[in-house]
């Protein structure tokens, strides 16, 4: 392809890190990242507002890298060559961690920078999926909110005209999705971000809520025991053994509930309602190991 001289991206270049390695997170420790804005924003599915406000603090450590995290990070290099070899058009280059140039705690480490043939910057975002849950068609930029945010935020950042997310399901299904930037999300995205490091700053930290990682947090902030009783307010004594008793009836019809589906499904494979899958059975050594429930679930009127 013929391309002028792209120009660099709007924004600071701090370094190129691994991902996931301490320098890596010793650059985003004071600042907010693409993959931390949905955080902040009540959106992530792996970490909460309280979970990120502690690890900024050194509260806590780094989230544990998960199995999900592992093989989205190994398939990475995969997936962006394969975006390349797609995209001539395109001079596909890596990627390093910038700080905008106008945000000093706006951070963002996309997986590649591509430029067009007259030097106009896209960012180029990997990622992998076990399903299709929460992904429209190919070509569009129905994606999941956090990642929407994320490659947002980086168009924001560096001051790119589009981002072009490269996903693979499962092992085979590869699609490409493009998300424009929007001046009124970038501005809502500035605004709670700029929340979050004031309460950073003041000590104030977020209230607890539902998240696992909130939950997480809290067991893993305190250190060590001392043998006292604690007193508690009578009203949260009782939400909480409220929330007990809910939790073992709902447990009790979930397996009543599996065991009906189980029972219909027999040998088969999965349980389905028309074109619509409801659970899938695995078997181990012969026999029912587990009843996965389709994520895409509905419930009909």
């Not at 219909?264 to 409801?278: C, E, L, N």
Request: hydrophobic letters at 35%; proline letters at 6%.
């Amino acid at each position: 392809m013929t391309t002028t001289q792209p120009s660099p991206p709007a924004g600071r270049l701090i370094g190129t890190f691994e991902p996931g390695s301490p320098e890596w997170h010793a650059a985003r420790a004071h600042g907010i990242g693409g993959s931390e804005i949905s955080a902040v924003l009540g959106l992530s599915p792996h970490e909460s507002r309280f979970s990120l406000w502690h690890r900024k603090q050194g509260n806590i450590g780094p989230v544990q890298e998960s199995p999900e995290m592992y093989w989205g990070k190994k398939h990475e290099p995969t997936i962006c060559a394969e975006f390349a070899e797609r995209h001539p058009e395109l001079l596909v280059l890596p990627s390093g961690t910038y700080v905008a140039d106008d945000v000093p705690w706006w951070i963002a480490n996309p997986d590649r920078l591509g430029f067009t043939a007259d030097g106009e910057l896209e960012v180029i975002e990997a990622k992998t999926a076990y399903d299709d849950f929460e992904w429209g068609d190919e070509g569009t930029d129905q994606i999941p909110v956090h990642y929407k945010a994320q490659v947002r935020w980086y168009c924001r950042a560096l001051g790119a005209r589009r981002a072009r997310v490269a996903v693979l399901f499962g092992l085979s299904d590869y699609r490409e999705y493009v998300v424009e930037p929007d001046d009124e999300d970038a501005h809502f995205m500035y605004v709670a971000g700029q929340e979050f490091m004031d309460s950073l700053a003041a000590g104030q930290a977020p209230a607890i809520d539902g998240h696992t990682a909130t939950f997480q947090a809290i067991k893993e902030i305190p250190e060590g025991m001392d043998d006292v009783d604690v007193d508690i307010e009578s009203a949260l004594r009782d939400r909480y053994f409220a929330a007990l008793a809910a939790f073992r009836a709902a447990e009790e019809e979930k397996r009543h509930a599996s065991g009906l589906v189980l029972d219909q499904i027999g040998t088969g494979r999965r349980a389905v309602v028309g074109k619509d899958r409801v659970a899938t059975r695995t078997v181990r050594e012969g026999k029912t190991y587990s009843l996965q429930p389709a994520r895409n679930r509905s419930t009909a009127a």
